[in-house]
């Protein structure tokens, strides 16, 4: 069974999301999978704070990648960005850490916070 998401990005290039909010999804909250050149602005993420495995953001196997302008609060883990994703930018990002914060995987290369 795989894990519940409110908004998924998979296997998709030149994808750009604005001015979303997701709230109180059952666990991940915003999944980028598989993707190339993803821009994400003003885009708002929350879950209480004792609400077990609800990750933020999370980017795997993904290039090219800009997050900007966002606010993250969740229970679990903020921001992910894992295995294999490369070329990351986060610039102006609120985040409420509850438990992890911004998690970065060894698999992570190119990665910048603005």
Excluded: W, Y
Excluded at 18 to 30: C, E, P, V, Y
Excluded at 39 to 67: A, E, F, M, Y
Aim: hydrophobic fraction near 40%; glycine fraction near 6%.
């Amino acid at each position: 069974m795989r894990p519940l998401q409110a908004l998924t990005i998979d296997s998709s290039s030149a994808v750009k999301v604005k001015g979303l909010t997701i709230k109180n999804s059952q666990q991940m909250n915003f999944v980028i999978s598989k993707s190339a050149s993803v821009r994400i602005s003003k885009v708002t993420v929350s879950s209480p704070g004792d609400s077990p495995n609800t990750d933020g953001i999370h980017i795997t196997q993904s290039t090219n990648v800009v997050l900007q302008d966002c606010k993250i609060g969740t229970g679990f883990q903020t921001l992910t960005p894992l295995f294999s994703s490369s070329i990351l930018q986060v610039k102006n990002i609120i985040i409420r850490m509850e438990i992890l914060g911004i998690l970065l995987a060894n698999f992570l290369t190119g990665c910048i916070f603005c």
